[in-house]
């Protein structure tokens, strides 16, 4: 199967980020908005709340304030952040901000080990867990940050399918991409906008005249609250600017009188408030998206920033603590372009020399991301490339696949496409991912380049040869004679000491086990576990100790199948594999059932298929096959009917699925069921199968990983030939001609 | 080869309120003009993805967005 090849499993080495978990502090120039956190409370009423309104309107820090007030509630904070358009981030961050606020709601979902599973196991788990609780409030801040993909859909399901204790709050800057309309109509939704979050008179005078001290004339606050339209960010801009001023009446006229826009108008005043120490301090750590008393000092090569920092945090809201040490920090998004606008003015072309210093900084410290991001944002393409050559082997063995990719996709496209390192990396995500034919592009881009040796790819291999025989070998994609010379020259060419030489072993041995090969087979894995263990590569570990116990079956070896199985069993528990490692499931299924325990072996065997589903297709033949012949063996033909036809329509779509068409027919003494029915097609008959159960047409898909049109289209061509025209009737009639 | 994705073109961007020069460094050298209560800005979008950056710069700033149109497109 595809993941298995995942060179490291090691689930210690998640990035849990926990400043994104900080909500914002209520500080002396804070005001309680009273009437919006009233609106706010009536959030546990409906499903979702969304405040969307521009930058610098105040969402977050009223966000923060309700939730410090809020007194009856759990309410959960986690601000997003472009890293969380990996979902196994973003869910590792939400089910960590709501186990803070009610540990028990969370208890038993286990975090994300990888994007495939996350709607279908945390999430749902998830969910389940929530619907027990009482109510809790899950607020996403910066929710604009997460662009079109996995992520935002899995956000997106959780909204759909949340039970009623559930309440999500989101933040944003655009209009979220979720069906608002339904939701309103269904008076599930709560919205804040633009208009409401305005500053009025009252809250603006608050500010200026209460928090600030500037003692205005109230006709001055009126004139600064039209003048810039009650924008928050910009009448606060216009606080911190006035508090030098010593004739604030002449200032505000004079500003009254200007059409300049307030961001542009006051930049310079703010600055000036400060000392030049400050002031430097601010320009030039505006490059940064989080920082730090150390990181500033190496970035500004300065000796005195942490203590500048907790001081500017005490008067400027516009830089945000991110936790309650008062080590981290952020400036708001919007002073932070302004500043950076400042930057390039007073000191052209510096940032540069900014960035390297970051990325020095962040690198030493063993801060992948932010390194990668400094290193690409200062042009330092080399530097970025080798901590990623470093990194991606242990993150994408967390399941993070995206995050890797979105590594790579850092480069200039020239780069990318013709760096063999980054091609090889995308190669090996994709593969991983499931994506054929991107991976296949990546490899073409490869052999493209005729690259020769010198220096070592980021696999630790010296060869591109050998690199591509390693990957060709490890996903077979239904081809088992390609796999097997790709991975014959794999283990010849893959130097001992190499990362990916275990993954090179792993394929050989794969490809000997689906020739019946069993000897051969059991030797390269018996190699695999002995270089992959000390390694701590827990997925090819568990792996090839479950084929172990499939070959030790075969030959009648029950002490070695049960205790092989259980070895691949615990290491697969031990580090979060069991969503992935599906041939694990196979082999403690039949040991189950060497043991006589017909439906708990079941129970495994289903599970197999579940999660090969989404794997290669010769390991799910497998599965399905081991799974029939179960529940032939319990006497349940129907569903065993209907498990050879999807190991049938999966061994169809391999180009050479080596013996497993033999192991399916020795299985089945009576023809197959499409030689008696209407003429449905193996796939049809799947779908058919599954519209027995509850799943939408959408769900199905996800299931058999096929496209929602897809199924549809198999559904019509099923309602077609069964002369029907619902679901139900074709389920009946399904029934009645003996097909389910 | 040339996809809606990758098309260019001269675009023009009009936000309300007058913003310095030296906002320009924010819009990749895009010229800046100010003309009564607005600012606008113009110049090459090598494609959509360069395109919706600026916007989202807009956006970043609490700039108020008046109005985005293509002057000219790039035939390549």
């Not at chain 1, 528990?573 to 325990?597: K, M, N, P, S």
Request: aromatic share 6%; glycine share 8%; with cysteine.
């Amino acid at each position: 199967m595809a993941h298995t090849t995942r060179p490291r499993a090691s689930v210690g080495s998640r990035p849990l980020l926990l400043t994104k978990l900080h909500p914002p502090a209520r500080r002396d120039h804070t005001i309680v908005r009273e009437r919006l956190v009233q609106s706010l409370r009536a959030s546990v009423g409906v499903k979702l709340t969304v405040l969307a309104a521009p930058a610098g309107c105040g969402k977050t820090t009223l966000l923060g304030t309700w939730r410090d007030v809020e007194e009856t509630l759990p309410v959960a904070w986690l601000t997003l952040d472009e890293g969380d358009n990996d979902p196994v981030v973003l869910w590792l961050h939400i089910v960590e901000a709501l186990r803070r606020v009610c540990p028990n709601a969370v208890e038993r979902v286990r975090p994300p080990a990888s994007a495939a599973r996350v709607v279908d196991v945390v999430v749902r788990q998830l969910l389940n867990e929530v619907a027990e609780q009482q109510d809790v409030v899950l607020i996403l801040d910066d929710f604009h940050r997460l662009s079109a993909g996995s992520a935002r859909d899995s956000i997106a399901w959780l909204i759909e399918h949340a039970p009623p204790t559930l309440h999500v709050v989101l933040g944003t800057r655009s209009e979220p991409a979720l069906p608002l309309g339904t939701m309103r109509v269904r008076g599930e939704l709560l919205e804040l906008r633009a208009h409401e979050l305005a500053f009025t008179e009252e809250e603006a005078a608050a500010l200026l005249n209460g928090a600030l001290g500037l003692d205005l004339a109230p006709e001055d606050v009126d004139r600064l609250v039209e003048r810039i339209e009650g924008w928050p960010a910009g009448v606060y801009l216009a606080g911190l600017s006035l508090a030098g001023v010593v004739d604030r009446h002449a200032f505000v006229s004079s500003y009254g009188g200007t059409s300049r826009h307030v961001v542009d108008f006051l930049v310079d005043e703010v600055l000036d408030a400060h000392d030049a120490q400050t002031q430097s301090l601010m320009l030039r750590s505006s490059i940064l998206d989080r920082l730090s008393g150390s990181l500033c000092d190496a970035v500004l090569e300065s000796d005195d920033s942490a203590r500048l920092l907790r001081r500017l945090a005490r008067t400027n809201l516009f830089l945000l603590p991110l936790d309650d040490a008062g080590e981290w920090y952020r400036f708001h998004h919007l002073f932070a372009q302004l500043l950076r606008v400042e930057l390039e003015h007073r000191e052209p072309g510096i940032t540069q020399t900014l960035h390297l210093r970051a990325y020095a900084w962040h690198r030493s410290r063993g801060f992948v991301d932010e390194a990668i991001k400094h290193a690409q944002q200062a042009g330092a393409y080399g530097e970025a490339r080798d901590v990623i050559a470093g990194a991606w082997l242990k993150t994408a063995s967390a399941g993070r696949h995206a995050t890797v990719l979105a590594w790579v996709d850092g480069f200039p496209p020239e780069l990318s496409r013709t760096d063999p390192s980054l091609l090889l990396i995308r190669a090996w995500m994709s593969s991983l991912a499931g994506a054929r034919e991107e991976a296949a592009a990546a490899i073409t881009q490869l052999e493209q380049l005729h690259w020769d040796g010198e220096p070592p790819l980021a696999d630790g291999c010296g060869s591109l040869e050998a690199s591509l025989a390693t990957l060709r070998g490890a996903f077979a994609w239904g081809d088992v004679g390609t796999a097997r010379t790709n991975a014959l020259r794999a283990v010849e060419l893959v130097p001992a000491g190499s990362p990916i030489r275990p993954a090179a072993t792993w394929s050989l041995a794969t490809a000997c086990y689906f020739r019946d090969e069993l000897d051969a087979a059991e030797r390269w894995f018996d190699e695999t576990v002995q270089l992959a263990g000390p390694d701590e590569r827990w997925l090819l570990t568990t792996s090839a100790l479950a084929y172990r116990s499939l070959i030790a079956a075969e030959r009648g070896s029950r002490g070695a199948q049960r205790s092989l199985a259980d070895g691949a069993a615990d290491v697969a528990r031990e580090h979060g594999l069991e969503e992935i490692a599906g041939e694990v499931h196979v082999a403690v299924g039949l040991a189950l059932e060497a043991d006589g325990d017909i439906e708990a072996a079941l129970e495994s065997l289903e599970r197999a298929v579940t999660v090969l589903r989404r794997g290669q297709p010769l390991d799910l033949a497998l599965a399905l096959i081991c799974h029939a012949r179960v529940l032939r063996a319990a006497r349940r033909d129907v569903d065993a009917s209907a498990a050879v036809a999807e190991a049938a329509a999966t061994i169809d779509s391999c180009a050479d699925p080596g013996t497993l068409r033999r192991r399916l027919e020795a299985l089945e003494p009576r023809p197959l069921p499409h030689d008696v029915d209407a003429d449905l097609s193996r796939r049809e008959l799947v779908v058919l199968r599954m519209l027995k159960g509850s799943l939408s047409e959408r769900d199905i898909g996800r299931e058999l990983y096929l496209s929602h049109n897809t199924v549809h289209s198999h559904t019509k061509s099923i309602y077609r030939k069964l002369g029907v025209s619902s679901r139900k009737q074709a389920v009946q009639r399904g029934v009645m001609l003996g097909l389910l | 080869m040339e996809s809606r994705a990758t098309r260019g073109g001269t675009y023009r961007l009009v936000v309300r309120g007058e913003l310095d020069d030296r906002f320009a460094y924010l819009f990749n050298g895009m010229e800046l003009e100010r003309i009564a209560g607005t600012t606008v800005l113009s110049g090459d979008v090598v494609d959509q993805a360069q395109l919706h950056g600026y916007i989202a710069r807009v956006e970043e700033l609490g700039l108020e967005l008046v109005s985005i149109s293509q002057t000219a497109e790039h035939v390549t």
